[in-house]
């Protein structure tokens, strides 16, 4: 089994900082990407920034210079830096870890931490 629990998550005005958690526990193995999405009301889920177990990143365009996405593979966590935070930013946030089985790879997704940009 494996849980991820994400934290971090709350209310906070335009132009604030925020910074999300998401720890893995569980039987961890093989653990590969890492990464944060989120879902605004009436959306799809989109991917916002995700980081490869050597440290390379991706980010959304929307993001790009405001968030930073980070882990520490020895506490099988990835955390979120929001900066800058905008209104459009609102949505719940989702933490998606991938587990390299020798059948393939495998995702599992947090509950998710909803964030609420507003004044």
């Not at 132009?15 to 569980?26: D, E, F, K, P, Y």
């Not at 979120?80 to 390299?100: R, S």
Request: positive net charge; aromatic residues 10%.
């Amino acid at each position: 089994q494996v849980h991820l629990v994400e934290s971090g998550g709350g209310l906070v005005q335009p132009g604030g900082s925020l910074r999300l958690s998401c720890a893995a526990s569980g039987i961890i193995f093989g653990l590969g990407a890492m990464g944060w999405y989120r879902q605004a009301p009436g959306k799809e889920r989109e991917l916002v920034a995700r980081i490869t177990n050597g440290g390379t990143t991706d980010y959304a365009d929307s993001v790009k210079d405001r968030f930073t996405i980070s882990r520490d593979n020895t506490k099988n966590t990835v955390y979120l830096q929001m900066n800058m935070l905008k209104p459009e930013d609102t949505a719940v946030y989702y933490c998606k870890v991938v587990l390299v089985y020798r059948s393939g790879p495998m995702d599992y997704w947090g509950k998710g931490t909803l964030v609420t940009v507003s004044s």
